[in-house]
């Protein structure tokens, strides 16, 4: 019901998020099997200001974004993870969805943030890379996938659109191809 205080205002899904062994293989099925693509390869991404329960946390990886039909997706392949409740939150089998991300403006963000920790839903790790902040809250136990909130901004906009623009018209060459951040 819109307007009911009970209803947890998410909005529209941003993008799911699959933990994968492999990402070049992963992107490899996807494409044929889906006809998904091109990727869009950030090798250990950059983040800063990773925290989780207030101490400095780790969240080394690599990620893939790409579309698959109408809807954006990320693969993300761990390397190292820190402190143990980031690394349970990032274990079990895969492939597997990790994540729905929600993009959220920056006014309403920290409001969504509290109400989800307050409604069984903790933070269990923050980061930032430049403008973009993200947290991650554990949905598991009700979703079987866990739930990232994203600030809204420009940056996250235009990268994004980057990587819709390189799905319109692709011709399945080039399925996975390393940006830098």
Known sequence: MPGDPLTLQLGKAHHTGYLVEDIEATVGRLVEQFGAGPFFLIKNVPLENLRSGGEAAEFVHNSAFGYCGDDPVELIETVRLAPDRVERAFSGSRPRVHHVAYTVPRAEVEALRSELDRRGLPTYLSAQLGEVE????????????????????????????????????????????????
Not at 134 to 154: C, K, M, P, R, W
Not at 166 to 181: H, K, M, Q, Y
């Open 134 to 181: 993200n947290t991650f809250h554990d949905a598991s136990a009700s979703l079987g996938h866990d739930v990232e909130i994203q600030v809204d901004s420009a940056e996250f906009r235009e990268f994004f659109e980057m990587v819709r623009g390189g799905a319109e018209g692709w011709d399945g060459s080039d399925p996975l191809r390393s940006i830098g951040v």
